[in-house]
T-cell receptor
Framework: GEDVEQSLFLSVREGDSSVINCTYTDSSSTYLYWYKQEPGAGLQLLTYIFSNMDMKQDQRLTVLLNKKDKHLSLRIADTQTGDSAIYFCAEKDSGGGADGLTFGKGTHLIIQP | NAGVTQTPKFRILKIGQSMTLQCTQD?????MYWYRQDPGMGLKLIYY???????DKGEVPNGYNVSRSTTEDFPLRLELAAPSQTSVYFC???????????FGNGTRLTVT
């Protein structure tokens, strides 16, 4: 079955860039997503990328996709304290099924002052 | 915009009790999902529905039941609560199967 892997923690200084990495196993993935979860809240969609793209930029967020290596990254420029959260990578396979997304375990982004 | 609304926010159950977690969405989405989130384990799909009257099992359906009598509502039923069902439950919806999911704020359930 599909598998999505992320490191559990990332610590960065305020003002630096954060790069959160994700690897996935399903080579037929169609869409890849990044969600943000703040404490006590649900998951908020940050951005997503279609598998035929290799980059997508949205303000401070840059998503890079290396389809050959099945590697996805999320770069947050000028990291702020409000970016402190858990970031989930998720993928949707191309099987056409409606069975939702496969999520990674989430990366805790810790901001140091 | 309400989006996806889940109730209750918190609940404590005794072993063997039953309860229904409510989920409603006002976006006219056909697809709805129930996930559970355990610490360090990401999200696991319990059940999903592609439209009113249609439901299917996800990865971890045991101990749960769902119904989808309307497009808006997708309640999750626990019949005999067990400590292993202590978790945070998230309901989500999407326009179609490969569209982004919109999540509710979750229900934190403790079974003791």
């Amino acid at each position: 079955g599909e598998d999505v892997e992320q490191s559990l923690f990332l610590s960065v200084r305020e003002g630096d860039s954060s790069v959160i990495n994700c690897t996935y196993t399903d080579s037929s993935s169609t869409y890849l997503y990044w969600y943000k979860q703040e404490p006590g809240a649900g998951l908020q969609l940050l951005t997503y990328i279609f598998s035929n793209m290799d980059m997508k930029q949205d303000q401070r967020l840059t998503v890079l996709l290396n389809k050959k290596d099945k590697h996805l990254s999320l770069r947050i420029a000028d990291t702020q304290t409000g970016d402190s959260a858990i970031y989930f990578c998720a993928e949707k396979d191309s099987g056409g099924g409606a069975d939702g997304l496969t999520f990674g375990k989430g990366t805790h982004l810790i901001i140091q002052p | 915009n309400a989006g996806v609304t889940q109730t209750p926010k918190f609940r404590i159950l005794k072993i063997g009790q039953s309860m229904t977690l409510q989920c409603t969405q006002d976006m006219n989405h056909n697809y709805m999902y129930w996930y559970r989130q355990d610490p360090g384990m990401g999200l696991k799909l319990i059940y999903y529905s592609v439209g009113a009257g249609i439901t299917d099992k996800g990865e971890v359906p045991n101990g749960y039941n769902v119904s989808r009598s309307t497009t808006e509502d997708f309640p999750l039923r626990l019949e005999l609560a067990a400590p292993s069902q202590t978790s945070v439950y998230f309901c989500a919806s999407s326009v179609q199967g490969d569209s982004p999911l919109h999540f509710g704020n979750g229900t934190r359930l403790t079974v003791t």
